[in-house]
């Protein structure tokens, strides 16, 4: 199987570049996986979405993004969120906390959704 070069960026940092084998990514359209060879694509990144990066030994790194866009051409792909979390860093109860606050606004409940998606995506062994 081919590899791509993939990015992972926030406004704040690079969060991962490197070679993966499939880039998973929630747009405003859907669901949709990448390939090496897919065909050229700009989307847009939902607030609170999941992306999953299957890297070439393997690895999966998922990290919560929060609006921004991705380019896709044959052999890459640019991730450039607003912002961006690896699930790993994520504090959990801390989400759902703003979750549960009825006063938190509809910026803090997108980013604590996607982080918590983050966290579930990265517990299961499926993409």
Known sequence: ???????????????WSGTASFVSAQTTEGQIGILHGHEPVLGQLVEGGVVTIVGTEGERIVAA?????????????RILAETADFAGDVDVDA?????????????????????????EAAGSSSI
């Open 1 to 15: 199987m081919a590899d791509m070069s993939v990015d992972l960026v926030s406004i704040e940092r690079r969060l």
């Open 65 to 77: 993004v929060n609006g921004g866009f991705f380019s896709v051409t044959g052999a890459t792909v």
């Open 95 to 119: 989400a759902r906390a703003v979750l549960a606050d009825p006063n938190a606004t509809e910026q803090e409940r997108n980013m604590a959704t996607g982080r918590v998606r983050a966290v």
